[in-house]
């Protein structure tokens, strides 16, 4: 039989590097999350950590710890890792570096955004954050909301859709990081051409209650953070399978919107006003630092696309050189 294997990989939050407990925690859910929306059950995590020359070694303990909870909590191994100084002994300094991957296998090829299709259901469940909202708490003084963020809801909303084999049936899946859902919505319209309708109202209940109370407080966009919520574009036929099955395991859902035709994402606020859902350059600034820098495009952002570009293909030709000079020696 067919057998789908699936491996992400992610960083820690740089922010994190001196809470490493939490920053291994939630690389690796960031990592699992990965892996469940492409449609893949986790069955292994591996892990790789650097730590500048006057790191403290606890920092290591700490940080695989914060690992082998989420690893412990879903019953996915930790199978592999690697530890080494950053630069050897010569980078002064005690910066924590790392990061987590997972591997995930499945009956199934692994589901893509550009499934979604007009007519469908969406759906998400409840969202606490990981470390984007955890650097949000540490950093802004609401402590209360690192525990919040302390959870496997996705992981567990994912098991529960592969035990009840009803991911093969669901169009898209997603998890609501980086950009938030303004980057997600955008990006599955303008892979698939069709359009989102959200309901700002249902949107809101997906946050965790502390999390919004802090978000609002502090004056983040919650649409445009990662809340780490599981979003799903499923069939109108099985929307109700979907949220039985993710109910029955204690984890909140709700259907937040519907795809239609009109090419755009649209929010429906609750005075009945419409607003159509663009991402911005950066995700929303939930530092001091980061609202200092702002999330507005650069004036020069089309030359930087082009010297990014341009040091892209000249990587590539790299590449091909030094292929040709092995081959070419080992005939």
Not at 199 to 205: A, G, L, V
Request: charged content about 25%; overall charge negative; aromatic content about 6%.
């Amino acid at each position: 039989d067919d057998v789908y294997i699936t491996t992400a990989v992610d960083g820690i939050h740089s922010r994190l590097s001196e809470y490493p407990f939490l920053g291994g925690f939630h690389v690796t859910r960031a990592t699992l999350r990965d892996v469940c929306v492409m449609g893949a059950d986790p069955v292994a995590i591996l892990s790789d950590l650097h730590l500048a020359d006057d790191g403290d070694i606890g920092k290591l303990f700490d940080y695989t710890a914060g690992v082998c909870a989420v690893s412990e909590l879903i019953d996915v191994p930790l199978v592999a890792g690697s530890t080494l100084r950053v630069g050897g002994d010569m980078v002064l300094g005690d910066r924590l570096v790392s990061c987590v991957g997972s591997v995930g296998v499945s009956q199934y090829p692994p589901t893509a955004r550009k499934g979604a299709t007009e007519g469908d259901i969406i759906l998400m469940t409840e969202g606490a954050g990981g470390g984007t909202i955890t650097t949000t708490a540490l950093y802004n003084g609401y402590f209360d909301v690192v525990w919040d963020t302390m959870n496997i809801s996705f992981v567990k909303a994912s098991k529960a859709l592969f035990a009840a084999d009803l991911v093969k049936d669901v169009h898209a899946m997603t998890d609501v990081t980086n950009g938030g859902l303004r980057g997600d919505a955008h990006e599955i319209c303008e892979t698939t051409g069709v359009g989102l309708e959200f309901y700002h109202d249902k949107i809101k209940s997906t946050v965790a209650p502390n999390v919004l109370n802090m978000l609002e407080d502090l004056d983040i966009d919650p649409l445009g953070v990662s809340t780490d919520s599981l979003m799903l574009v499923v069939p109108p036929e099985i929307a109700e399978d979907v949220k039985k099955v993710v109910s029955d395991v204690g984890v909140y859902i709700t259907e937040i919107g519907e795809v239609n035709n009109k090419g755009s994402p649209i929010l429906l606020k609750e005075d009945g006003t419409e607003e159509t859902l663009v991402p911005l350059f950066r995700e929303a600034a939930y530092t001091k630092i980061k609202k200092l820098v702002g999330d507005t495009t650069p004036e020069d952002f089309e030359i930087m696309k082009e010297k990014v570009q341009k040091a892209a293909d000249n990587s590539i030709k790299k590449k091909e050189r030094v292929i040709d000079y092995i081959l070419s020696n080992n005939k």
